[in-house]
Structures are given as structure tokens and as C-alpha cells.
């Protein structure tokens, strides 16, 4: 073998977890504020862009949080179930940043004082986080369809129109962080990988070590009989 199984727990996967680690914390960060809403107004030309965390201007004008939720209420888009969808999405991506940040602490214990408890609740963390990323991403790829409803007509070009008092002719269109949660999701089935992988170079280690009884009563076996020496 060119790398010995203890060279590859202890030296190669610390740096290969430590790698994909960050890359999916900088991707998971980046599909945080990668989820949007674009509204767009025929009678006055205004273009907005808008999440939960910032607002975006695209035309000239004063545009305060007053008139962005004026603009709300007066399209049909309060109370439809797409903001129910996108608050959701959005409380799933952030239980996907913290439960990364305890998997990169459960981690770090695991391999600090190299207990096998540490290293089950690591792999118990990644699991649950790449399924709850599984879930984001299916509910991004739901909340496009959750504008095609009684209440909007949406074109081929995925901009949609409330049916129901859209005063201002407003148009909505969702913008989706797909290729970013897709991404961020395959890192982390990477990094469990190296957990599986380094939890089975464990077993190896722990069946491969021989029995301290059994090395005692070889010890004893072979030391020489008294009785028999004369």
C-alpha cells in the first residue's frame, strides 16, 4: 500500500474534510442571499429585488420599507403560499449553516481526543444536514410551482401576475440558488464519505489489536512449569 491506514486517518482525510469543509461553508453562505424575489412595475418602472435579508433598487426613486410593503399588500402576494414556501426555504438554509458549524465542532472534538462517540455524533450531523439540503434544494425546485395557482397567471418566461387586485401591474419572478445548493449538498456527502470512511479504518484498527488477556496468558503459557523442571 502506498499509504498505510493510519497515514490516511490521521494526515490525508484532516485535510480533505477540512477542504470540502469550507468550500461547502463559503457555497452554503453564498445560497443564503442567492434565493429572491423580482418584482418589476409597468406603470412607473421601477424594478425591485428583494429577499429576507436586503432589498435591491434597480430605478431610480426613494424606496423605503413603507412602500415596499405598500407594494405587498397591493399585488395579492401577503398572505399567498409562495412567502409561506420562501420563509421555509429560508429557515431550512440557515438549520443548514448552524448545523454545519456543529458538524465542523463535533469534528474537531472527534479527532482531538479521538473518541468514537465524537465521530458517530459527527456522522449523525452530516447525515441530517445533507438531508435537510435535499430538502432545500426540493423546495426551491417547488417554488416556482407554487406560483402557477388560481391566483397568478405566469408566462413562459416565468414572470407572474396576481389575478387578484394588482393595482400597479406588478410582476413577480423567483430566483432560485440552485447550482449553489446542488453544489453545497455534493461537498457534503463528500465530507461524510471521509467520516464513514475514517469510521471503518477505526473498526479495522480496533479488530486488528490484539486482546490484552489473551497476550497475558501467552506470557503465562510460556513461562516454564516448575513442576515439570525436575
Known sequence: MIFSPTTIKNSILPV?????????????TISL?????EIKLPSNGYFYKFNLYRYYEYSPGVFSSAYYYDIIKKNGFEKTKHLQLFVVEA??????????????IA?????????????????????LLSLF??????????????????NFHCGSDNW????NGSRDGAQWKIRGGYNFAIAQLVLSMVCLAT?????????????????KDNQVDLIESSKPNPINMF
Open 91 to 104: 429557515i431550512l438554509q440557515y438549520f443548514c449553516f448552524f448545523s454545519f458549524i456543529a458538524l465542523v
Open 33 to 37: 442571499v442567492d434565493t429572491w424575489y
Open 107 to 127: 469534528i474537531y472534538y472527534s479527532y482531538k481526543k479521538n473518541e468514537s462517540r465524537n465521530l458517530n455524533l459527527a456522522i449523525v450531523f452530516s447525515s
Open 160 to 163: 407572474c401576475t396576481a389575478l
Open 195 to 211: 467520516l464513514i470512511i475514517r469510521y471503518k479504518l477505526d473498526d479495522r484498527a480496533d479488530t486488528k489489536q490484539p486482546n
Open 133 to 150: 439540503q435535499l430538502t432545500s434544494i426540493l423546495l426551491l425546485v417547488g417554488l416556482p410551482s407554487a406560483f402557477k395557482s388560481s
Open 16 to 28: 480533505v474534510f477540512i477542504f470540502f469543509t469550507m468550500i461547502s461553508l463559503i457555497l452554503l
